[in-house]
């Protein structure tokens, strides 16, 4: 089985920083794109970056200079540094990964299981 789990998440005044952070363990032949999404309460779940496994990067607009999304792939983890945090990046980040599992080595898309990013003015 494959499981993606997150940390990092919390409570931090605007203008801080936090760094997430997503590791993908299990029975796994392969991950091409990993990324991170957001949802907030009301709100369609959006893509807020997203990383190749040759590094490749894109950004949403609204975090283009202040978030930076970054892999390593020996450990199979990706990482969302984020700064100058406002109050409008407040939500559930949820890590993202298009694997092969060892079962089938089909390209699947697995999901994180969320957290919570609250900034407060």
């Known amino acids: 089985q494959v499981q993606l789990v997150e940390s990092g998440g919390g409570l931090v005044q605007a203008g801080g920083s936090l760094r997430l952070s997503c590791a993908a363990s299990?029975?796994?032949?392969?991950?091409?794109?990993m990324g991170w999404y957001r949802q907030a309460p009301g709100k369609q779940r959006e893509l807020v970056a997203a990383?190749?496994?040759?590094?490749?990067?894109n950004y949403t607009d609204s975090v283009k200079g202040r978030f930076t999304i970054s892999r390593d792939n020996p450990k199979n983890t990706v990482y969302l540094q984020m700064n100058s945090l406002k109050p409008e990046d407040t939500a559930v980040y949820y890590c993202?990964?298009?694997?092969?599992?060892?079962?089938?080595?089909?390209?699947?898309?697995?999901w994180g299981q969320g957290t919570q990013v609250t900034v407060s003015s």
């Open positions: 299990g029975n796994i032949f392969s991950i091409n794109a």
């Open positions: 993202n990964a298009d694997l092969r599992p060892l079962t089938n080595l089909r390209l699947t898309s697995y």
């Open positions: 990383i190749t496994s040759g590094g490749s990067t």
